[in-house]
């Protein structure tokens, strides 16, 4: 551990804390469960989203919690989930007990619950490092026992709380206010596709796609054998690899099929730079992507569905752009048959879409206008995602330095942690009959 501020010690949770296991009654007893105990799992810290806890979804009887070796809490326990995973945290408001997958934590009067709550959120990722098991890690009740605490004088701790809430306080606000602008973007990117597809519409009326492609064609998959990830003849592309603008992911589990089952069995699904994909299996349905340059040939599967413009007649960036617009996907997405959770298109329904066929100068014009207007949505929802990182990057600063003595001022007036630490020994000493033993000196 670094070196500490004056006035603060380095402890562990052991020496500090009671370390409380938890455990489970028989499920089987009915008598044992729906009682006046709360008792907490941590899937109930999973969907926490205050530090506090009171109950959990179950509850048990005093029949159940003595059939077993869980132990009733005291209002301040530090609740913390040991295993699968570990690191849920949070602060019991009222009495409760948990199951086996928690290593609880009892304060001493030297350490605050808030203080100790804001260091197991700081420190989970070194204390996961402590865990072990062969089917799961799992934090043992004697490593969480070797967990380090700088511990500050009571009064600093308090102050440090303050701070880091304070802090989180504003952080959450902005991050609400950057989580709801999100749909909002979502919002305006298909107004503006909508809003240019019933002006062509309007303007120039429909075709059946089938009349300006060439190819209207779903794909194949080939046996296990004649595919291989990463690397191979032909990029094969799979509906996780499509996106809802356009582009093409195919950093995203890449996968190849060897030349001849693309020449062969596959040979009416074969791609090429410019075809125009959409996902005919969902959920979600309305993927669309571009076939790239990167390679000169690629080929897809049955959930998947190409149109290979007439490039004479239509752009192919404008067809990607009708297929991405409710305007004119809505009525083939109405066709969609439901079955097994899945939602399916068919390839003849897809044939028989009804797109907008401006001449070929005015399809140049609309795809660059509504490319430039969705550029801004597209930067406002980077520049939307990169504050959310930075906001957490910030959690994270603000924590590293409450937890090194650097969030808030020193105050000379203060206890120290070690003064307060030897009192407390004394007393128990005092309480048990002997000598208490001398504590370390403060920083």
């Not at 849920?88 to 086996?100: D, F, H, L, R």
């Not at 197991?120 to 004697?142: D, N």
């Not at 080939?222 to 191979?232: I, K, V």
């Not at 020449?263 to 959920?283: E, F, K, M, Q, Y």
Request: net charge positive; hydrophobic share 40%; charged share 20%.
């Amino acid at each position: 551990m670094n070196e500490l501020p004056r006035g603060w010690v380095a402890s562990t949770l052991g020496e500090l804390c009671d370390v409380v296991s938890g455990s489970t009654p028989r499920t089987t007893i009915p008598d044992y469960w729906n009682g006046d105990i709360a008792w907490i799992t941590p899937d109930d810290l999973s969907r926490l989203r205050t530090k506090s806890i009171v109950r959990g979804a179950r509850s048990i009887t005093k029949s159940g919690y003595e059939s077993c070796s869980t132990t009733l809490l005291r209002t301040g326990a530090v609740l913390y989930s040991s295993r699968a995973p570990i690191g849920y945290v949070a602060i019991a408001t009222g009495p409760v007990c948990t199951n086996q997958g928690f290593k609880s934590f009892v304060p001493s009067g030297a350490l605050t619950s808030d203080y100790l709550y804001w260091y197991l959120v700081y420190a989970t990722p070194s204390i996961r490092k402590l865990g072990s098991g062969t089917t799961f890690p799992e934090l043992s009740k004697t490593a969480a026992k070797t967990i380090d605490l700088p511990l500050p004088p009571l009064a600093e701790q308090r102050r440090i709380v303050a701070a880091i809430e304070e802090h989180f306080s504003r952080l959450d606000a902005a991050e609400e206010s950057l989580r709801r602008a999100s749909p909002k973007m979502a919002v305006v990117r298909a107004a503006v596709l909508d809003a240019a597809a019933s002006h062509a519409i309007e303007r120039w009326g429909t075709v059946c796609v089938a009349e300006v492609c060439s190819t209207v064609a779903s794909g194949s998959t080939p046996a296990a054998s004649h595919m291989t990830p990463d690397a191979g003849d032909i990029p094969y592309i799979k509906v996780y690899n499509l996106t809802t603008n356009g582009t093409l992911d195919f950093t995203k589990k890449p996968t190849f099929i060897d030349r001849e089952t693309h020449l062969g069995r596959l040979a009416r699904s074969r791609l090429r730079p410019g075809d125009v994909l959409t996902n005919i299996v969902g959920p979600p349905l309305g993927k669309v992507s571009i076939v790239p340059n990167t390679y000169a040939e690629w080929n897809t599967n049955q959930a998947v569905v190409a149109f290979r413009p007439e490039q004479d007649v239509l752009e192919f960036g404008l067809l990607a752009l009708w297929l991405q617009s409710k305007r004119v996907m809505g009525p083939l997405l109405t066709t969609a048959k439901a079955t097994a959770g899945q939602f399916n298109l068919n390839v003849t329904a897809c044939r028989r879409l009804e797109i907008p066929v401006p001449p070929l100068a005015d399809q140049r014009r609309i795809v660059a206008e509504v490319e430039r207007r969705l550029s801004l949505v597209d930067a406002l929802a980077a520049a939307t995602a990169a504050a959310l990182k930075r906001s957490a990057a910030l959690r994270r600063s603000i924590l590293e330095r409450a937890f090194t003595g650097k969030l808030v001022p020193q105050d000379p007036r203060d206890e120290p942690a070690s003064v307060l630490l030897d009192r407390i020994e004394a007393e128990r000493a005092a309480e048990a009959g002997c000598a208490p033993h001398s504590r370390r000196k403060a920083v």
